[in-house]
């Protein structure tokens, strides 16, 4: 029983990042796009779908990997996560520098253009936290890394969903969905075991 619902998680987890992934890749899109484009593009559903792995990461609830090993694996995924988000910008600041200027100094027209902003400094701000965690109190890195997480998934997923790109829609929906749900779950948890923690010592 408890194989089979590994297996079951493993397989869920891995359609719900292969599909997307695959679609991105076929897409019609693709077809006249320079070399530098693609992989910007690319690096971003990668972004994407590092977003709905690291809260499942952070409380262990993949299978072979309890709470401990899990969130090891969530501090190693946290750099490739940031790596992917720059690789994204630049690869685009690349093929259209004017673009990423607007962007940047929040004065593109397209909508899209706020949220990913908002995503992409409040992730370099969530790592650079993490950077100086053990100078910080447990209060203090939890209610700054929670905050920043949910500004990075939300303004991640948005900026996903009002592109009309690469991806394809109802897949995009689905990976967006599940990572603000797992996000979402994985907020809750903590801060009820938080809670918990706190009342018992009372």
Not at 55 to 80: C, K
Not at 88 to 96: M, N, P, R, Y
Request: a positive charge; aromatic letters at 8%; hydrophobic letters at 60%.
């Amino acid at each position: 029983m408890r194989l089979a619902r590994a297996m079951l998680i493993w397989t869920g987890l891995a359609f719900a990042i292969i599909v997307p992934l695959t679609f991105a890749a076929t897409s019609e899109y693709l077809a006249w796009r320079d070399p530098v484009y693609i992989v910007a593009g690319f690096a971003g559903v990668v972004a994407l779908c590092l977003a709905l792995v690291q809260p499942l990461l952070a409380r262990g609830w993949l299978p072979g990997l309890s709470l401990l090993p899990g969130r090891r694996a969530h501090r190693a995924v946290g750099p490739v996560l940031v790596a992917a988000v720059v690789i994204h910008v630049v690869g685009l600041w690349i093929t259209s520098p004017p673009d990423i200027v607007d962007a940047l100094l929040l004065r593109s027209p397209t909508p899209f253009s706020v949220f990913g902003v908002a995503a992409m400094w409040a992730l370099f701000a969530s790592a650079l936290l993490a950077a100086f965690r053990r100078r910080l109190s447990l209060r203090a890195w939890r209610i700054g890394h929670t905050g920043l997480v949910i500004v990075v998934v939300l303004g991640g997923a948005v900026h996903a969903m009002l592109i009309e790109g690469t991806m394809e829609t109802t897949s995009k929906a689905m990976l967006c969905g599940l990572a603000i749900v797992a996000t979402a779950a994985a907020v809750a948890t903590s801060w009820l075991r938080a809670t918990r923690w706190v009342l018992g010592k009372k």
